[in-house]
């Protein structure tokens, strides 16, 4: 009996001994070079998008080594997020949304140790210029409304159907949309009054269509539509993004460290547009 347990145990002793051989050590370089990423995004993110984005970055982490933060559901960064961003080392800081991208852009400038990726969720609106080697801002191309509308505003023209604008001071209508022969049909929201003017000028002019060029309140959208002229809402254009596209592009540029700055436009294959 002693012999046969002292045997059991000396086998037992052999195959943890096999097994031992097998576990690879961990290759210090690959400690060396592995990638630490935070991701804040915004509040208000789908549920959809947010298992899209938990799936990739569970994948990045399991199969390219790459770990990471993700601080979800972010109205406003706290003085304790922003100490964490700060202290800890990470190679990459991934941001996702329009004002949260315009609240993070300066703390980004001051923290030039890390590569920051700020990605626009909607259509972008008067983006400041990136000039910053260690940020790249992913927002619509420069004219994205203009470009959206060309054709169907040709078109009209073409019918000869007129339309009444709406828009704000600080966004003019294209000239050759509404040349300046016709400054008359364009209506400024942001004025003070600005309806009733609107009101009888739409009675006077009797427009094929209302276009409006620039964001209004639901109520003063609804006021518009009463008027019981064809309305166009051109600010209702939206974009949803591809996220199978974008994180395989990012992740594309954390393994070649092909790093491009600046503000760049998204790609067809990087947003889908939606019209109303």
């Given at each position: 009996m002693r012999w046969t347990t002292g045997l059991l145990t000396l086998c037992i002793l052999f195959v943890l001994g096999g097994c031992g051989k097998n576990i690879p050590a961990i290759d210090p370089a690959l400690l060396e070079s592995k990638v630490s990423v935070l991701i804040i995004s915004k509040e208000q993110i789908s549920d959809t998008t947010k298992s899209?984005?938990?799936?990739?970055?569970?994948?990045?982490?399991?199969?390219?080594?790459?770990?990471?933060?993700?601080?979800?559901?972010?109205?406003?960064?706290?003085?304790?997020?922003?100490?964490?961003l700060k202290n800890r080392p990470y190679t990459y800081i991934i941001v996702i949304g329009n004002e949260l991208n315009r609240q993070v852009w300066p703390i980004a400038a001051s923290l030039p140790s890390k590569k920051w990726i700020l990605l626009d969720d909607t259509v972008s609106v008067d983006n400041p210029p990136i000039t910053d080697k260690h940020i790249v801002w992913k927002q619509t191309e420069q004219n994205f409304m203009e470009k959206q509308w060309e054709e169907w505003v040709k078109q009209q023209q073409v019918l000869g159907k007129s339309i009444e604008w709406v828009t704000i001071g600080s966004k003019p209508i294209p000239s050759l949309w509404a040349p300046s022969e016709e400054a008359e049909t364009i209506s400024l929201s942001d004025a003070e009054g600005w309806f009733p003017q609107f009101q009888n000028q739409v009675r006077r002019h009797g427009p094929s269509w209302i276009a409006v060029y620039s964001p209004l309140d639901a109520n003063s959208l609804q006021r518009v539509k009463n008027l019981k002229v064809p309305v166009v809402d051109m600010t209702a254009v939206s974009i949803e993004l591809q996220w199978g596209n974008i994180l395989t592009s990012i992740l594309q540029t954390i393994e070649s460290k092909a790093w491009v700055n600046g503000s760049l436009a998204y790609t067809s294959q990087e947003i889908q547009i939606v019209k109303p």
């Amino acid at each position: 009996m002693r012999w046969t347990t002292g045997l059991l145990t000396l086998c037992i002793l052999f195959v943890l001994g096999g097994c031992g051989k097998n576990i690879p050590a961990i290759d210090p370089a690959l400690l060396e070079s592995k990638v630490s990423v935070l991701i804040i995004s915004k509040e208000q993110i789908s549920d959809t998008t947010k298992s899209t984005l938990q799936n990739a970055f569970l994948s990045w982490r399991d199969s390219h080594h790459i770990a990471f933060d993700w601080m979800a559901d972010t109205a406003v960064l706290t003085d304790l997020q922003i100490t964490a961003l700060k202290n800890r080392p990470y190679t990459y800081i991934i941001v996702i949304g329009n004002e949260l991208n315009r609240q993070v852009w300066p703390i980004a400038a001051s923290l030039p140790s890390k590569k920051w990726i700020l990605l626009d969720d909607t259509v972008s609106v008067d983006n400041p210029p990136i000039t910053d080697k260690h940020i790249v801002w992913k927002q619509t191309e420069q004219n994205f409304m203009e470009k959206q509308w060309e054709e169907w505003v040709k078109q009209q023209q073409v019918l000869g159907k007129s339309i009444e604008w709406v828009t704000i001071g600080s966004k003019p209508i294209p000239s050759l949309w509404a040349p300046s022969e016709e400054a008359e049909t364009i209506s400024l929201s942001d004025a003070e009054g600005w309806f009733p003017q609107f009101q009888n000028q739409v009675r006077r002019h009797g427009p094929s269509w209302i276009a409006v060029y620039s964001p209004l309140d639901a109520n003063s959208l609804q006021r518009v539509k009463n008027l019981k002229v064809p309305v166009v809402d051109m600010t209702a254009v939206s974009i949803e993004l591809q996220w199978g596209n974008i994180l395989t592009s990012i992740l594309q540029t954390i393994e070649s460290k092909a790093w491009v700055n600046g503000s760049l436009a998204y790609t067809s294959q990087e947003i889908q547009i939606v019209k109303p």
